[in-house]
């Protein structure tokens, strides 16, 4: 994985308003690779991914559900640039940063891939309905497991009920990884 690239890229119109590029955070070769939607402002100004209010819950998730801590897995989006205002990611930006989760899933070679949210769902596994039906394990490919969950910023709206649907799917990844 070419980081310094990545820290450079120009390849779509974020390059022009982010602070910083969002890589992604973790060991090479875990087991596991866990990919959200795009930096929001907290991980824009500092650099790493997850780190604001949703990334503070779903690093607990993760550590209560899978018992893994954050140096132990790998973290990173689909798109690695803070979207102004944080609207969604747009089609061709999404297209212009693919080719980096491509290398990182090449590099990393995760036995489990858990998709955070309906934006990294759709863009890893196609997944088009919504959540409620699409969460849970939707693939595998190779080696690859795929597991699909909420975002956690859908935790931190609606409650409890979707925490304990993002607690069944990370205990499903823990089933995966062991
Ligand atoms: N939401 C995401 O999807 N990713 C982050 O890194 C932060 C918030």
């Given at each position: 994985?070419?980081?310094?690239?990545?820290?450079?890229c120009?390849?779509?119109?974020?390059?022009?308003?982010r602070?910083?590029?969002?890589?992604?955070?973790?060991?090479?070769?875990?087991?596991?690779?866990?990919v959200?939607?795009?930096p929001?402002?907290?991980?824009?100004?500092?650099?790493?991914?997850?780190?604001?209010?949703?990334?503070?819950?779903?690093?607990?998730l993760?550590?209560?559900?899978?018992?893994?801590?954050?140096?132990q897995?790998?973290?990173?989006n689909?798109?690695?640039?803070?979207?102004?205002?944080?609207?969604?990611?747009?089609?061709?930006e999404l297209?212009?940063?693919?080719?980096?989760?491509?290398?990182?899933?090449?590099?990393?070679?995760?036995?489990?891939?858990?998709?955070?949210?309906?934006?990294?769902?759709?863009?890893?596994?196609?997944?088009?309905t919504?959540?409620r039906?699409?969460?849970?394990?939707?693939?595998?490919?190779?080696?690859?497991?795929?597991?699909?969950t909420?975002?956690?910023?859908?935790?931190?709206?609606?409650?409890?009920?979707?925490?304990?649907?993002?607690?069944?799917?990370?205990?499903?990844?823990?089933?995966?990884?062991?």
């Amino acid at each position: 994985m070419d980081v310094a690239a990545l820290l450079a890229c120009t390849r779509c119109g974020l390059s022009s308003t982010r602070q910083r590029v969002v890589v992604g955070t973790g060991p090479e070769r875990a087991g596991l690779m866990v990919v959200g939607e795009a930096p929001g402002r907290t991980e824009d100004e500092g650099g790493e991914p997850f780190t604001g209010r949703s990334g503070r819950l779903l690093t607990r998730l993760i550590e209560e559900e899978v018992g893994l801590l954050r140096d132990q897995y790998f973290i990173t989006n689909v798109i690695k640039c803070r979207p102004p205002l944080n609207r969604p990611p747009r089609r061709d930006e999404l297209l212009a940063c693919r080719p980096w989760l491509e290398e990182q899933l090449r590099t990393q070679r995760p036995s489990v891939v858990l998709a955070v949210g309906a934006t990294a769902a759709k863009a890893l596994y196609g997944v088009t309905t919504s959540m409620r039906e699409a969460h849970g394990r939707v693939a595998t490919n190779g080696d690859a497991h795929g597991v699909v969950t909420y975002h956690p910023a859908a935790a931190l709206r609606q409650g409890r009920i979707v925490e304990d649907v993002m607690r069944t799917d990370l205990a499903l990844v823990k089933a995966l990884l062991s």
